[in-house]
């Protein structure tokens, strides 16, 4: 591969994967697309070799810019996905658009191009919750919120494409993802920088509900291995094979910022909040790819770089994330 595109290249994994992709393969060139929503931001692409990257500031809705921009390219890498549940629950009509319809017309373009990999970047939400095990990528999908069900969508449709016109579509199901440079509506980052300012840490419910940490530079590989070494027709799950509560993952953030356990604050449960998600990548290890960060060596390194890069996330907390912030949290009731 010489030439790819990435879509929604300026967000959190999508940057990610594009400064690990022109770090790896000297001879590639990105051509990024990204329509530079609020999560979207070209600071994330600071560091990479400008003379091998080309932006291009378009939404994957729009069909004629997608086509344009994956002119002459091997591959498409679609990370384009409005990918907040609280957002989804708020307002659904955005994660339709962009991780359906926005998928459509990357596979319509893919089809009309004969573009030689597509490459569907999806969730482990779309399974749904799981009590005990986990889940395998032959498993029956059970979205349980807007933002889940969009993707699923997306990716049932890449699956149609592959077996209705032989196109070669891969699905990735990464689960939840955490470093450097992810917008703080996560929870990670939130917690983070609330804790860096004395500012309550909003705690679901509980705090007993298990999520399993990926650490990005894993997950970047994860895709690109897929890419790479995956057939067409395949789903492949990426985990980080880190479960933990919630609630442990809030005691670990503040003991690396060095804040105390009073600054927690228990909030009214997500509606339909998913008790335990669990995937299994055995799949996608048998192609050679592994994950390689430990979980707290990645938590306190991710602490570390949002300690050390206040002029990254100063400027979005204190700008239109503000209003988001007091809808989602402010107005809450206690658990």
């Known amino acids: 591969m010489k030439r790819i595109v990435v879509t929604g290249g300026a967000g959190f994994i999508g940057s990610c994967y594009v400064r690990y992709a022109l770090k790896t393969y000297p001879e590639l060139h990105v051509i990024t697309v990204d329509k530079l929503t609020y999560a979207g931001n070209l600071d994330n692409l600071k560091e990479v070799d400008q003379k091998r990257h080309t932006f291009v500031k378009a939404d ?10 994956m002119e002459g390219c091997d ?22 658009a962009t991780n359906v319809r926005g998928v459509h017309n990357i596979l319509e373009a893919a089809k009309k191009l004969g573009t030689a ?3 569907l970047v999806s969730t482990d939400e779309v399974y749904g919750s799981i009590e005990k095990g986990s889940f395998k990528e032959t498993d029956a999908l059970n979205p349980r919120n807007p933002y889940s069900a969009s993707k699923a969508g997306g990716e049932l449709l890449g699956m149609s494409y592959f077996h209705t016109f032989n196109s070669p579509v891969i699905v990735t199901r990464g689960s939840n993802t955490y470093g450097p440079f992810q917008y703080p509506e996560k929870v990670m980052p939130l917690f983070i920088t609330n804790a860096i300012d004395d500012q309550p840490l909003p705690l679901y419910g509980d705090g007993k ?11 970047a ?7 790479r070494h995956g057939a067409p027709g395949n789903i492949y799950n990426i985990a980080g094979e880190n479960e933990r509560e919630n609630v442990v993952l809030t005691h670990r953030i503040l003991k690396e910022v060095g804040k105390g356990t009073d600054l927690i604050k228990p909030v009214k449960d997500r509606v339909g909040h998913d ?16 994950p390689k960060m430990n979980w707290d060596e990645g938590v306190a390194l991710t602490a570390k770089w949002y300690k050390d890069n206040e002029w990254w996330w100063r400027p979005i907390k204190d700008g239109s994330f503000k209003e988001y912030y007091k809808r989602q949290y402010e107005d809450r009731e206690k658990a």
């Open 60 to 69: 994957i809705a729009d069909a004629a810019a997608m086509e344009k921009a």
């Open 75 to 96: 591959a498409v890498v679609n990370f384009a996905a409005d990918s907040h549940v609280d957002r989804s629950i708020m307002e659904a009509s955005d994660f339709i």
């Open 117 to 119: 990999r597509i490459l």
């Open 209 to 219: 509900n298990v999520r399993d940490w990926l650490f990005v530079e894993d997950h």
């Open 221 to 227: 590989r994860g895709i690109d291995h897929a890419l």
């Open 275 to 290: 008790r335990r998600y669990s995937i299994d990548s055995h799949k996608l290890k048998a192609l050679g790819w592994e």
